[in-house]
């Protein structure tokens, strides 16, 4: 049932019990390679059926009831399973599942029986394509994942590693897909190799181009598909006048009404924004924790040096190892501007969360795409703060190699406090603009 065009393939359409599959036609050499798959599943549904594949087997695939290839295989498979078999409300998700020819595919609990490793990822309806690298080196399969909120193509997340792993020295690189009573379609974009080589070791050759007749033979091919799937269209417009642009019902499983079945246009924007705005409300979590760390730092330090003041009294200036008394004053006022500045930041980051958190009740769509705007520009400066912080945090540890300070009770560091309080003012200062700007 796949379909080709000049830019993807339809491995299926979103209609019931459709089986599509791509293979190579000629057998991969590669020791170590990496796969990199970009796809989009999507469908009406708030729930899709049944899931797509990416293979490398030792022979090439046919069709069958594990995602629109046979069973029984010997190599491995990859499954984006986006329907809930077993019940246990763990899809959408990637499972690898490796085989040696004799296992059936355990579809009923959605595999987890027979899994080498897997992770729970939501790849259906997202804005951008979502994009998976697969690597073998070395007797490891690890999967990367992009989770198509981004356009940046390198922006991966760890889901799953299989160590120990023995595949065909040989095989096919295959992609599959099925529909049961739910359907999605199931897009590829591009599906590119990689081999890998060990450093020090030669680089083979690549091969020679497929030959001019090889080119104009797959070409026919391609040509004379394209005027069969025409044909076909034309006969099913003919035969079904009345069902001309309309969706193709399929059969649902549970007892769901219409509404409760398929999600609007609208619906499902406003959930791919939320689902955004919920990225954003936990690093801006993480950094209110990190500013909550500076802040506890610098009371201690300022308690610290307030103490000893009061043991000391007035020092006695000109004496080897004591410090003046107004020295020590400066470095206490400096240390309460900085925790002033810090709170500040810190006030700054808890009106960006109530925003987010206003922005996440339902309301007018409009509003809500504005919002999200400035929460993408809001991320970007939260990242940078974020990483000036934890510089400042690393500067302000211990360490056995700084130069010797006065001797009062240990403090976190010897870092200069005129640099240190320009630098979280020049900070604040870049921050309460931007936010009064906005």
Not at 109 to 138: E, H, M, W
């Amino acid at each position: 049932d796949a379909i080709p065009s000049a830019d993807q393939i339809r491995i299926t359409t979103s209609l019931k019990s459709q089986r599509g599959s791509v293979w190579t036609k000629t057998k991969s050499i590669f020791e170590y390679w990496e796969v990199e798959v970009t796809f989009r599943v999507t469908g009406r549904g708030r729930i899709g059926a049944d899931g797509l594949a990416v293979w490398f087997t030792e022979e090439q695939g046919l069709e069958g009831p594990v995602f629109g290839a046979a069973d029984k295989w010997n190599g491995v498979g990859v499954f984006f399973d986006s329907f809930d078999n077993d019940g246990k409300k763990n899809n959408p998700g990637v499972i690898v599942v490796g085989n040696n020819g004799k296992l059936l595919y355990d579809h009923q609990n959605d595999g987890s029986t027979q899994a080498l490793a897997s992770c729970q990822r939501d790849f259906r309806n997202k804005p951008y394509p979502v994009r998976v690298k697969i690597t073998y080196y070395q007797k490891t399969l690890t999967v990367l994942i992009n989770n198509g909120f981004t356009p940046d193509k390198e922006d991966y997340e760890f889901c799953a590693k299989v160590e120990d792993m023995v595949l065909p020295s040989q095989g096919y690189f295959g992609i599959s897909a099925a529909t049961g009573g739910l359907a999605d379609d199931h897009d590829v974009l591009s599906f590119l190799t990689f081999q890998l080589t060990e450093p020090g070791k030669e680089v083979p050759t690549p091969d020679a181009e497929i030959p001019q007749k090889d080119k104009e033979k797959y070409q026919e091919e391609f040509e004379h598909f394209q005027q069969e799937l025409d044909k076909k269209k034309e006969e099913f417009q003919k035969e079904h006048p009345d069902v001309q642009g309309q969706p193709g019902k399929t059969a649902c499983p549970f007892f769901l009404s219409a509404d409760d079945l398929f999600e609007t246009v609208s619906d499902r924007e406003l959930r791919q924004i939320f689902e955004g705005q919920n990225r954003i409300h936990l690093e801006i979590k993480q950094l209110n924790r990190q500013l909550d760390m500076i802040l506890d730092e610098q009371r201690r330090y300022v308690s610290a040096v307030t103490d000893e003041i009061a043991k000391r009294g007035a020092g006695v200036p000109g004496q080897p190892g004591q410090v003046s008394q107004q020295e020590i004053e400066a470095v206490v006022k400096n240390q309460e501007e900085v925790i002033r500045q810090v709170n500040e930041i810190r006030n700054s980051m808890s009106d960006a969360l109530r925003l987010i958190t206003g922005a996440q009740h339902p309301g007018s769509a409009a509003g809500v795409y504005e919002t999200t705007q400035h929460f993408n520009d809001i991320k970007e400066h939260l990242h940078v703060v974020k990483r000036d912080i934890e510089h400042l945090v690393q500067r302000n540890m211990p360490s056995g190699e700084k130069v010797k300070c006065p001797d009062l009770p240990p403090f976190p560091s010897c870092l200069s406090t005129v640099h240190f309080f320009i630098f979280v003012a020049v900070q604040t200062v870049l921050f309460i603009g931007y936010i009064m700007y906005r």
